[in-house]
T-cell receptor, first 114, second 114 residues
């Protein structure tokens, strides 16, 4: 039973390019969460999605960031026109959304903007 | 808004010594509380969780944590630390009906002396 799969593990982009981060939840999990970890900080909530629905995007920056979780395929976190401040580790987590089910985290994508 | 404070940024203990990592939270309702561990370059692994019931929670790898409502604390303990416990530890509080939207502390980095 594979865990939460994120790819790529490492991503390097130049300023102004686009970054696409992918997350496949655990089998049977229909809820996906994206968190960002800046250097020397804890994880910060970004967005929570179900299939084809954004449930809570209160932690997403207002510009350049978007997320989707289509009916088929992985969840995608997209960052347009990246800037150096976007350099961070981006973690995806999934849940079956049953009561008292904790989140399961992937190993993250480390984005470096040069 | 909920918040989590981990007052110790770095802690060093000798192998075989006991360990206590502090965590204080701020949350209006009955909290869902978690401890996660992160090894370098890895994702987060759940150590233990508290949702309700017994305030002393047992987790994996010999860890336990005690929920103290009067002190708004959820400290993590281990009676005898192993070198493989060196990692970063994050306390988190969850909101929502199943506590799945997490607010993390800034983490405590544990070093273990041989």
């Amino acid at each position: 039973n594979a865990g939460v799969m994120q790819n790529p593990r490492h991503l390097v982009r130049r300023r102004g390019q686009e970054a696409r981060l992918r997350c496949s939840p655990m089998k049977g999990h229909s809820h996906v969460y994206w968190y960002r970890q800046l250097p020397e900080e804890g994880l910060k909530f970004m967005v929570y999605l179900q299939k084809e629905n954004i449930i809570d995007e209160s932690g997403m920056p207002k510009e350049r960031f978007s997320a989707e979780f289509p009916k088929e395929g992985p969840s995608i976190l997209r960052i347009q026109q990246v800037v150096r401040g976007d350099s961070a580790a981006y973690f995806c987590a999934s849940s079956p959304k049953q009561t008292n089910s904790p989140l399961h985290f992937g190993n993250g994508t480390r984005l470096t903007v040069t | 808004a909920q918040s989590v404070t981990q007052p110790d940024i770095h802690i060093t203990v000798s192998e075989g010594a006991s360990l206590e990592l502090r965590c204080n939270y701020s949350y209006g309702a009955t909290p869902y509380l978690f401890w996660y561990v992160q090894s370098p370059g890895q994702g987060l692994q759940l150590l233990l969780k508290y949702f309700s019931g017994d305030t002393l929670v047992q987790g994996i790898k010999g860890f336990e944590a005690e929920f103290k409502r009067s002190q708004s604390s959820f400290n993590l303990r281990k009676p005898s630390v192993h070198w493989s416990d060196a990692a970063e530890y994050f306390c988190a509080v969850g909101e929502g009906s199943s506590g799945d939207k997490l607010t993390f502390g800034t983490g405590t980095r544990l070093a273990v002396r041989p």
